[in-house]
């Protein structure tokens, strides 16, 4: 099983309008948790980190359930700008705090 | 920008070849990570230098390599390339072991014919 999981789309989603989507993570002992943006031929960048109370950023919420251990990201009022691959991160045990990322999901925002 | 750079940006290899590709850490950081991505996958850790030394290891065969030198910078050195290790390969600068937040670079652009 992947350390985590996410369905990599794309989501066609029309601009305005509202796109969620969530990872899983197997290792229940993960201790950070982020969505970082990619866009294309590019590389990864912070978009926030993932707290279990729940955070927001503008048009971005991102939400953690530990319980069963997967995060989701909803960003509301679609911009162009948003078309980009949204990756799941989890940092994991072993004292390095590597990243382990999902394969990410593609949102193309549509005029 | 976040003040991590690579080189090259781009290269062409092939199979069998050796190649080395360079990372310059953001000025105070001491640990430089590196992560392959292969075409539609998300990134995978290969291994993480903390003053100068190796601090773990990922899912990677001993033909990659890498080094960190005493101004924090590092290099990734893969031998005996094969077709599979055609990818992006990103190297991400922190503080303290990874412990804070982890600034990309551009990335090198590795084809392998």
């Known amino acids: 099983r992947k350390e985590v999981e996410q369905d990599p789309g794309p989501f066609n989603v029309p601009e305005g309008a509202t796109v969620a989507f969530n990872c899983t993570y197997s290792?229940?002992?993960?201790?950070?948790f982020f969505w970082y943006r990619q866009d294309c031929r590019k590389e990864p960048k912070l978009l926030m980190s993932?707290?279990?109370s729940g955070n927001e950023d503008g048009r971005f919420t991102a939400q953690l359930n530990r319980a069963s251990q997967y995060i989701s990201l909803l960003i509301r009022d679609s911009k162009l700008s948003d078309s980009a691959t949204y990756l799941c991160?989890?940092?994991?045990?072993?004292?390095?705090?590597?990243?382990?990322f999902g394969k990410g999901n593609q949102v193309v925002v549509i005029p | 920008e976040t003040g991590v750079t690579q080189s090259p940006t781009h290269l062409i290899k092939t199979r069998g070849q050796q190649v080395t590709l360079r990372c310059s850490s953001q000025?105070?950081?001491?640990?430089v990570s590196w992560y392959q991505q292969a075409l539609g996958q998300g990134p995978q850790f290969i291994f993480q230098?903390?003053?100068?030394?190796?601090?773990g290891r990922g899912n990677f065969p001993p033909r990659f390599s890498g080094l960190q030198f005493p101004n924090y910078s590092s290099e990734l050195n893969v031998n005996a390339l094969e077709l599979d290790d055609s990818a992006l390969y990103l190297c991400?600068?922190?503080?303290?072991?990874?412990?804070?937040?982890?600034?990309f670079g551009p990335g090198t652009r590795l084809l392998v014919l």
């Open positions: 993932v707290y279990s």
């Open positions: 230098y903390y003053r100068e030394e190796e601090n």
């Open positions: 991400a600068s922190s503080l303290a072991g990874g412990s804070e937040t982890q600034y």
């Open positions: 991160v989890v940092t994991s045990l072993g004292g390095n705090n590597r990243l382990a």
């Open positions: 000025s105070g950081h001491n640990t």
């Open positions: 290792n229940s002992a993960s201790q950070s």
